[in-house]
């Protein structure tokens, strides 16, 4: 694989965020999440979903490989905290360490905005993420939710960030 390039991601990008948003949707998630869950997220809701992200506050990066953007990261950062609002990588890349690389650019930003330390939320079924992220030494911190928009239940992970 040739090196990716972690960049901030800008309005021409949009089409590709969806898809490979939509590619971790439809594939990575048919075993974790109810199909009237999945059924809830089409190329149109996810558009607007990511349009809505690149336009408010917060940094997206792009994975992007030989042209073809094959991952995404999303996050925020509010005084010292930060949060990890989203990573999705293709399915047909995962496995080759550019979810490490985003996770790790994301992680980055955030310290650089003063971020002392980090959460996100992972659907609970899902194992693999769940895996990756306390691989690279995010904790489970024991809270949960359901949020109403996928109504899935979620576990909550932390990181202090160095």
């Known amino acids: 694989m040739t090196e990716p390039e972690i960049r901030p991601a800008g309005a021409g990008d949009l089409a590709a965020i969806v898809r490979v948003f939509l590619e971790c949707w439809t594939v990575s998630y048919a075993a974790v999440l109810p199909a009237p869950v999945l059924s809830t997220m089409d190329e149109k809701s996810a558009t607007a979903l990511w349009a809505g992200a690149l336009d408010r506050p917060g940094t997206v990066l792009v994975a992007e490989v ?3 953007v094959l991952g995404l990261a999303r996050y925020t950062v509010t005084g010292a905290d930060g949060y990890l609002a989203s990573l999705y990588v293709s399915p047909r890349s995962q496995g080759e360490g550019l979810g490490g690389r985003l996770l790790a650019a994301a992680e980055h930003g955030m310290a ?40 899935a239940p979620e576990a909550g992970l932390a990181k202090v960030l160095l």
């Open 112 to 151: 650089g905005s003063g971020a002392r330390a980090a959460s996100l939320w992972v659907f609970s079924d899902n194992a693999p993420s769940i895996a990756f992220y306390r691989s690279r030494g995010w904790e489970l911190t024991g809270a949960q939710r359901v949020e109403e928009q996928f109504g």
């Open 66 to 68: 030989d042209g073809t």
